[in-house]
């Protein structure tokens, strides 16, 4: 926990992040609202874009539905899920020692 030293004040690291992202969040938008307005893209623009992205999404959706349909499809998910979670847990167990993996209920 942090405990700022008596004779030297010091801000909390965490306050100390939360000021430096929340100055950054207002640069980001200060910028984008700056650049958006020289050469931003019309409202029409905008909505002819939502128009197309909308398309785009169905025919994602349509062929992720046909393709998971597909037993061969279905396959190769529950093998790509497996190995995914096996990954995670060969990183996981990289991170504990021969000591910590000892018996618990052991005495040192």
């Not at 999404?57 to 396959?75: C, I, K, Y």
């Not at 096996?86 to 504990?96: C, N, S």
């Amino acid at each position: 926990m942090f405990e700022p030293d008596a004779g030297n004040e010091q801000v909390d690291p965490w306050t100390e992040l939360t000021d430096e992202l929340v100055a950054l969040t207002n640069k980001l938008r200060t910028t984008y609202l700056r650049v958006a307005h020289e050469s931003g893209p019309t409202e029409g623009e905008i909505c002819d874009a939502l128009g197309t992205l909308a398309g785009a999404w169905s025919q994602v959706a349509g062929s992720v539905s046909e393709a998971v349909a597909d037993p061969e499809v279905r396959s190769h998910l529950k093998r790509a899920g497996g190995s995914f979670v096996d990954a995670i847990a060969a990183g996981l167990g990289e991170f504990v020692s021969p000591s910590d993996a000892s018996d618990p209920d052991e005495e040192e």
